[in-house]
C-alpha cells in the first residue's frame, strides 16, 4: 500500500525546500531578537527562494509523475516553478520599506508569501483536480490575510472581506464541479478524465458539460475574467500595494497555468465548446477591463482595472487551443508579471499619501521626467509594454498572441483584440502625458521618493528584461515553446 | 553583405545615446552634436545617389540576418528607386531640421534626442523589408514625434500629440492583423511562412476576396498617415502645435511614409483590392486636392494655412498612385519630393517670422517686404514652386500626375486641376496680405532679414527647388524602372 520509492518524492524537491524555508523563516522570527528579526525572516526568504529556483533548474531533467499521478513534473512545471518564485523573490525583495510605512506585522507578511506560492505550485504541478483545489485553496487563504493585512485601513479590510466572500463561493463551484467530474468519469484524475472523454466522443454525458462549466467558473474567478471580476477591483486597490503587484502577477499566472493544464488534458475533446465560451469571456473581459480603466483617477485602481483587460488577451491565448497560442500565453504571463511589477513600484515609489481615496494621484507625476529623469524612462518603458508598443516585450507579447489567434482562425477575434489594444494606449498614455508632457507642479511635489535600494535594483532589472525580451524575443520564446510541448 | 543601409539608419541612434551622457546644460555642445551626427548621416547616404544601379529594379545593398529565427522574421534592409530618394530626402532634411531648431531653447537634450531617434526611425521605415521590421519602425517612430509635438508645442500641444498618436496608432493596429494573416497564408518552399517582402511578392498569391480585406486593412494605416481626406483632422492640429522642426519633419518626411506604404505594400501586395477600391481612392484623393485647398484659403494662421496645403498636394500623390500608369506614378514619386521640399521650406519661412513676432495671423503682418527683402524673395519662390509654377519643381510632379491621370479618370482629373488654381490663389493672396500693402503694424517696422542660420537652412532647399525644376531627368532617371516593376504588380 505503502511505497515510498514509487511515490517519486525527489521530484517535488523545490517544494518540500519551500516548506522547509517557511519553517526556519517562522523560526528566526521566534528565536532572533525584536529589532534584528525582520532582516532575519526576510534574509532567509530570499536566500530560500533562490535555492528553490536552483533546485527547480538542477532538477528540471527529473521530469515524469510522482505520488501516484497525483501531480507531474514536467517543463510546464518547470516554467512556472521558476516564473512564480522569482515573481514572489522579487516582491520579498521591495517589500520591506513600504510595508513597515504602513505598520504591518512583517514576519507574517513574508511567511503568508511563501505559503501562497506554495500554493501556486501545487497548482501548477498537479495532474489531479483535488491537488488543484488544494493548490488553489493554500494559495487563496494566504492572499486572503495579506488583501486585509495592513489592518489599520479600512479600506483593506473591506478588499480582504469581500475577497474572502466571493472566493469562498467560487470554491463551492469549483468542488461542485470536482464531484460531478468525479462522478461521471469516475476519476480526478486529468489524464484519466481525458481517456474517458475520448472513450465517450460524441456522446459526452450533460454532467460532464456541467462540470467543466463550473471548474471554469472556479478559474475565471481566480483569473479575475469577466462576469466573476468583481472582487477585483476593491482587493487590488485595498491590498497593500505591493500585494497588488503580487496579485495581479502571480496568482493569475497560476491560475492561468491550471485553466491551461486542465483544459488542454483534461477536456481537450471538448475543446469545440468551451473554445466558443470563452471567445466571449475573452471578448467581454478585454473591453470591460478597458472601459473600467479608461475612468480611473488612481494610478493604482487604473492598474488595477488594466490587469482585467490583460487577462483578456490571455484567454485569447488560452482558448487557440494550440501550441503557439499556449506558448504565447506563457511567454505573456512571463512579460506582463515585469512590467506589471515594474508599474506598480513605480507607483509605489511616487506616491505620497497612502490615506484612503487620496493617493496614487496621476497629478504626482506632473512633470515627473524633468524631476526625476530615470524613473520617469523606467515608468515610461512600462507603459509602452502594457499598451503594447514596440520595442518592449510587451508588443512582441501581445502580437505573439493575436498571431496565435489568427493562426487557429480567429481572425475576428484578434481583430477586436488589437482594436482594445488601441483603446488601452489612450490610459497607458494619459500617464505618460503627466510624466512628459505637463509642467511640473513644484509646489505639491513630495520632496522625497518612497525608493529603496532594492526597488532601484528591481525596478532597473524589469525594465532590462522588459526591453531585452522586446529586442530579442527568442530569449524567452523558445523555452515557452518548449515547456508547452508536453500539453498537446 | 555591407552595412551601408545599417550605418545609415543607426548613426542617428547611436548619436542619441550618446547625447544622453553630455550634461544638460551643455546647450552649445549639444546642438553642435546633433547637427554633426546629422552631417555625417547625411554624408553616409549621399554615395547611394551614384552608385545606385538605376536600370535595375531589385533590391540593392540588400541586408538579411535573423532576428527571431522561431518566427522566421528577419532584419532585413535593401534600397531600390523608390525608397533611394525618400531616403536622401530624409536624411538631406536631417541637418536643415537641427539648424532649423534655434528658436528651441527650453530642455534642449530631451528636444535632439527626440529628433534623433526619430530619424533612424523613419529611415528603418523607408528601408525595411521585411513586414514585421516595418511595422516596429513604423510604430517606434511614434514615440519621439508624439513628445516633440507634446512637449515642445503650442499651447494645444498636449491635445494635438495625443490625437496624433491614437490616429495613427488605431490604422495601424488594423495592418498589424493584416501582416499576421500574411504570414499565415504565404509559404515558402523551404523556408516556410514568412515576413519577407522579395519572397511574399514572389509567392504569394491570395484569394480576391481576402486582398479587399487587406488592402483595407494597410489602406487605412496608410490614409491616416498621408492624410487622406477624411483621415485628415489630425494633421492641422499636429502641424499647428509643432515646433518649426517638427513640422518640417512632418511635412517633409512623416506624410510620405504613408504614400510610401501604398507603393510599396498596399498596390502591389493587393492588385485585387487595388482594382476594386481605385475608383474610391481616386474620387477621394481629388476631395482631398480640393476641399484641402478651399480649407487654405479660409485660413487666417499662415501655418494651419500651408498644412491644409499638405492635404492637398498629398491628394495629389494619391491621385497619381493610383492612376495606375508610368507618367502619373513618375509624378506622384517626383510630387512626394517636391513636397517635402516645398512645404519643409515654407514651414521655415513661417518659423523664421514666428521667431520674431510670436504670431503666425495673417492679419498681424503686412507690408513687410519692405524691412525684410530677402525673405519676400524666398518665400515668393518656394511658393510658387508649391504652387507648380514651370520652372521649379512642383511643376514637373502635377503636370506628370495631371497627364498621366488624364488618360485613366479624366473628369476627376480636371476637377483635380482647378487644385492648382486654387493653390494659386491662397498662396498668392497670402503672400499680398504679409508681403505688400502699407504696414499697419508698427511692430512688423523692425523686423529684420534673414540670418546667416536661416539662409543655411533656405538655400540648400531653394537649389533643389531649382535644380528639379529645371533639370528633373537625374531624379526621374533613378525610379524609372523601378516603377515599371511596380506597375506590372499593382495592376492586376
Redesign the interface.
Known amino acids: 500500500m505503502f511505497d515510498v520509492a514509487s511515490m517519486q518524492i525527489s521530484r517535488i524537491l523545490p517544494e518540500m525546500i519551500l516548506i522547509g524555508v517557511a519553517l526556519v523563516a517562522i523560526l528566526m522570527d521566534v528565536i532572533l531578537p525584536k529589532g534584528k528579526s525582520t532582516r532575519g525572516v526576510q534574509g532567509s526568504i530570499v536566500v530560500g527562494l533562490i535555492v528553490v529556483m536552483a533546485a527547480s533548474f538542477f532538477t528540471r531533467e527529473n521530469t515524469g509523475t510522482a505520488f501516484g499521478g497525483m501531480v507531474i513534473v514536467d517543463g510546464f512545471t518547470f516554467f512556472f516553478r521558476m516564473l512564480l518564485t522569482f515573481v514572489t523573490l522579487l516582491i520579498v525583495m521591495v517589500s520591506e520599506r513600504y510595508i513597515e510605512g504602513l505598520r504591518i506585522r512583517i514576519a507574517e507578511y513574508y511567511l503568508l508569501l511563501v505559503f501562497s506560492l506554495f500554493g501556486m505550485l501545487l497548482m501548477v504541478m498537479a495532474q489531479d483536480l483535488l491537488i488543484i483545489f488544494l493548490g488553489i485553496e493554500t494559495m487563496s487563504i494566504s492572499l486572503y490575510a495579506l488583501v486585509g493585512m495592513s489592518r489599520h485601513r479600512q479600506i483593506s479590510n473591506e478588499g480582504a472581506i469581500k475577497y474572502f466572500l466571493l472566493g469562498a463561493f467560487t470554491t463551492a463551484f469549483f468542488v461542485y464541479g470536482i464531484a460531478l467530474m468525479f462522478g461521471v468519469a469516475g476519476s480526478t484524475n486529468l489524464v484519466e478524465i481525458a481517456n474517458y472523454l475520448r472513450g465517450v466522443s460524441g456522446s459526452v454525458p450533460m454532467l460532464a458539460w456541467a462540470a467543466a462549466g463550473l471548474i471554469m467558473v472556479g478559474f475565471a474567478f481566480k483569473a479575475a475574467l469577466v462576469p466573476f471580476h468583481w472582487w477585483s477591483p476593491d482587493a487590488y486597490e485595498g491590498a497593500p500595494t505591493t500585494i497588488t503587484a503580487f496579485m495581479s502577477t502571480a496568482p493569475k499566472a497560476a491560475a492561468f497555468a491550471a485553466f491551461l493544464r486542465v483544459f488542454y488534458v483534461a477536456f481537450g475533446d471538448m475543446s469545440g465548446s468551451w473554445t466558443m465560451i470563452l471567445w466571449w469571456i475573452a471578448v467581454v473581459t478585454m473591453t470591460f477591463g478597458n472601459l473600467l480603466a479608461l475612468r480611473q483617477n488612481s494610478v493604482k485602481r487604473m492598474l488595477a482595472f488594466s490587469s482585467i483587460t490583460h487577462a483578456g488577451y490571455l484567454v485569447v491565448a488560452l482558448l487557440t487551443f494550440d501550441q503557439m497560442g499556449a506558448a504565447a500565453m506563457l511567454f505573456y504571463l512571463a512579460m506582463y508579471a515585469m512590467m506589471n511589477i515594474g508599474a506598480f513600484l513605480v507607483a509605489i515609489a511616487v506616491n505620497k499619501d497612502e490615506n484612503e481615496g487620496k493617493g496614487y494621484s496621476f497629478d504626482d507625476y506632473k512633470g515627473l521626467i524633468w524631476r526625476k529623469p530615470w524613473l520617469a524612462l523606467a515608468m515610461l518603458v512600462f507603459m509602452l509594454a502594457l499598451a503594447g508598443i514596440p520595442p518592449t516585450a510587451g508588443f512582441f507579447g501581445k502580437y505573439y498572441i493575436f498571431s496565435a489567434a489568427v493562426k487557429s482562425g480567429f481572425v475576428g477575434l484578434a481583430v477586436i483584440g488589437v482594436l482594445n489594444g488601441a483603446a488601452s494606449v489612450y490610459y497607458y498614455l494619459r500617464l505618460i502625458v503627466y510624466m512628459f508632457l505637463k509642467e511640473r507642479d513644484e509646489l505639491n511635489e513630495s520632496p522625497s521618493l518612497n525608493l529603496s535600494p532594492s526597488m532601484i535594483q528591481v525596478i532597473a532589472l524589469c525594465v532590462f528584461l522588459v526591453l531585452l525580451v522586446g529586442l530579442f524575443p527568442d530569449l524567452l520564446l523558445n523555452f515557452a515553446t518548449q515547456s508547452v510541448t508536453v500539453l498537446l | 553583405m555591407s552595412l551601408w543601409l545599417t550605418s545609415i539608419v543607426f548613426i542617428p541612434l547611436l548619436g542619441a545615446l550618446i547625447l544622453i551622457l553630455v550634461p544638460s546644460s551643455r546647450s552649445a555642445l549639444i546642438r553642435g552634436w546633433s547637427f554633426a551626427v546629422m552631417m555625417v548621416g547625411f554624408l553616409v547616404s549621399l554615395p547611394l545617389f551614384w552608385t545606385f544601379d538605376a536600370s535595375s529594379a531589385a533590391f540593392q545593398y540588400v541586408e538579411k540576418v535573423p532576428w527571431?529565427?522561431?518566427?522566421g522574421i528577419n532584419y532585413h534592409l535593401g534600397l531600390d528607386g523608390i525608397s533611394l530618394l525618400l531616403v536622401l530626402l530624409t536624411t538631406f532634411l536631417g541637418p536643415i531640421v537641427i539648424l532649423g531648431s534655434g528658436a528651441v531653447t527650453k530642455?534642449l537634450k530631451?528636444y535632439f534626442i527626440s529628433i534623433l531617434l526619430l530619424q533612424t526611425g523613419m529611415l528603418g521605415t523607408f528601408l525595411a523589408l521585411d513586414l514585421f521590421l516595418f511595422?516596429?519602425f513604423w510604430?517606434?517612430m511614434?514615440?519621439p514625434m508624439y513628445?516633440l509635438i507634446?512637449?515642445w508645442g503650442g499651447t494645444e500641444?498636449?491635445y494635438a500629440?495625443?490625437k496624433f498618436?491614437?490616429y495613427t496608432?488605431?490604422g495601424s493596429?488594423?495592418m498589424?492583423?493584416g501582416i499576421?494573416?500574411i504570414?499565415?497564408n504565404t509559404t515558402v518552399p523551404g523556408v516556410g511562412h514568412t515576413f519577407d517582402y522579395t519572397l511574399i511578392m514572389q509567392h504569394a498569391s491570395f484569394p480576391a476576396q481576402a486582398q479587399l480585406w487587406l488592402f483595407g486593412a494597410f489602406a487605412l494605416a496608410f490614409a491616416i498617415k498621408v492624410p487622406m481626406f477624411p483621415f485628415h483632422t489630425w494633421l492641422p492640429d499636429a502641424h499647428v502645435q509643432a515646433p518649426t522642426a517638427g513640422s518640417v519633419i512632418l511635412a517633409g518626411v512623416l506624410l510620405k511614409m504613408g504614400t510610401y506604404g501604398y507603393i510599396r505594400f498596399a498596390m502591389p501586395l493587393f492588385p485585387e483590392g487595388v482594382e476594386f477600391f481605385k475608383p474610391a481612392m481616386i474620387a477621394l484623393a481629388v476631395i482631398g486636392i480640393v476641399y484641402g485647398a478651399m480649407l487654405s484659403i479660409a485660413q487666417t494662421d499662415m501655418k494651419k494655412l500651408v498644412a491644409y496645403s499638405s492635404v492637398s498636394h498629398l491628394g495629389f500623390v494619391m491621385l497619381g498612385l493610383f492612376a495606375l500608369n508610368a507618367q502619373a506614378v513618375s509624378g506622384a514619386m517626383i510630387q512626394m519630393i517636391n513636397h517635402g521640399l516645398s512645404t519643409g521650406a515654407l514651414f521655415l519661412l513661417v518659423g523664421v517670422v514666428y521667431d520674431r513676432r510670436h504670431t503666425r495671423k495673417i492679419a498681424d503682418y503686412g507690408g513687410i517686404a519692405k524691412v525684410m527683402p530677402w525673405y519676400a524673395v524666398v518665400f515668393t519662390i518656394v511658393a510658387l514652386s508649391s504652387i507648380g509654377m514651370p520652372g521649379l519643381n512642383g511643376f514637373i510632379g502635377e503636370f506628370l500626375i495631371l497627364v498621366g491621370a488624364y488618360q485613366t479618370a479624366p473628369v476627376w482629373t480636371i476637377i483635380a486641376a482647378t487644385g492648382v488654381i486654387l493653390a494659386a490663389i491662397y498662396l498668392l493672396w497670402m503672400i499680398r496680405r504679409v508681403f505688400y500693402g502699407p504696414m499697419t503694424h508698427k511692430e512688423n517696422e523692425s523686423l529684420t532679414d534673414l540670418k546667416a542660420r536661416e539662409w543655411a537652412t533656405l538655400l540648400p532647399l531653394l537649389i533643389f527647388i531649382v535644380w528639379i525644376g529645371v533639370y528633373p531627368k537625374p531624379f526621374l532617371s533613378k525610379f524609372t524602372v523601378s516603377i515599371q516593376q511596380f506597375l506590372e504588380q499593382a495592376i492586376r
Open positions: 527571431i529565427p522561431s518566427l530642455r530631451g511595422y516596429i510604430e517606434v511614434l514615440i513628445f507634446g512637449i500641444r498636449i500629440a495625443v498618436f491614437l496608432m488605431v493596429l488594423l498589424l492583423v499576421i494573416w504570414y499565415f
